[in-house]
């Protein structure tokens, strides 16, 4: 089963930031959170992963709270080609990535 | 980046016979492979995973007869769905990480499989 539990669907005015919730309760600590995302009939996309600090690259920001048991990807000028399902992970038993069933992100024109 | 090829993109085949596809990956080596399967507005499920020189590990409820893993060198496993019928039918992904550690792990561009 997976450990996150995300909103099955969200909005996001074009140009404004999505900000994606993913709660990891139970998660462990030397477990990190990844994210991905899939576009329509695509492979699953690397986004950002962190363990404790927030982590930014040129795709978005890694929010975790300071108890770990929740965290926020920021994407801060969403396009319509961020339209995707968005999925929030935290590795399992080594090398086993368990996907949940994601956040649906519909960005509006 | 690192890069997983697969292929192909897409195959229609009979029921009764049998697909294989290939997952490379192009730019490191990879001890261990995943794959999984995707039904239409569904999450991907991981049905096994591919370890180089030894045989796979399927998850709960996955046919190993029925879908046959090969990892033969360190850049390319294969995923042949034997005897398949309709119900068959779904997108098939992959994804490696390079051997030796590293975080990431990189997802091949998916096998639309249809059983006709």
């Known amino acids: 089963d997976a450990k996150t539990t995300q909103p099955p669907s969200m909005d996001c005015a074009e140009g404004r930031a999505a900000n994606l919730p993913c709660n990891h309760s139970?998660?462990?600590?030397?477990?990190?959170v990844y994210w991905y995302r899939q576009i329509h009939s695509q492979g699953p996309q690397y986004i950002i992963h962190?363990?404790?600090n927030n982590e930014t690259n040129e795709m978005a920001s890694l929010i975790i709270t300071e108890d770990r048991k929740s965290s926020t990807l920021i994407l801060p000028h969403a396009t319509l080609r961020d339209t995707a399902v968005y999925y929030c992970?935290?590795?399992?038993?080594?090398?086993?990535?368990?996907f949940g069933k994601g956040t649906r992100l519909h960005i509006l024109p | 980046g690192a890069v997983v090829s697969q292929h192909p993109s897409w195959v229609i085949c009979k029921s009764g016979t049998s697909v294989k596809i290939e997952c490379r990956s192009l730019?490191?080596?990879?001890?261990?492979m995943f794959w999984y399967r995707q039904f239409p507005k569904q999450s991907l499920m991981l049905m096994a995973t591919?370890?180089?020189?030894?045989?796979?590990?399927?998850e709960q409820g996955v046919e190993k007869d029925k879908f046959l893993i090969n990892h033969a060198s360190l850049t390319l496993s294969t995923l042949t769905v034997t005897s398949a019928h309709p119900e068959d039918s779904s997108f098939y992904i992959c994804?490696?990480?390079?051997?030796?550690?590293?975080?990431?792990?990189?997802f091949g561009s998916g096998t639309r499989l249809t059983v006709v």
């Open positions: 994804s490696a990480t390079p051997t030796g550690g590293g975080y990431g792990y990189t």
């Open positions: 139970t998660i462990s600590g030397n477990e990190y």
């Open positions: 962190g363990l404790k």
């Open positions: 992970i935290v590795r399992v038993e080594g090398d086993k990535i368990i």
């Open positions: 730019d490191f080596q990879a001890t261990t």
């Open positions: 591919s370890n180089e020189g030894s045989k796979a590990t399927y």
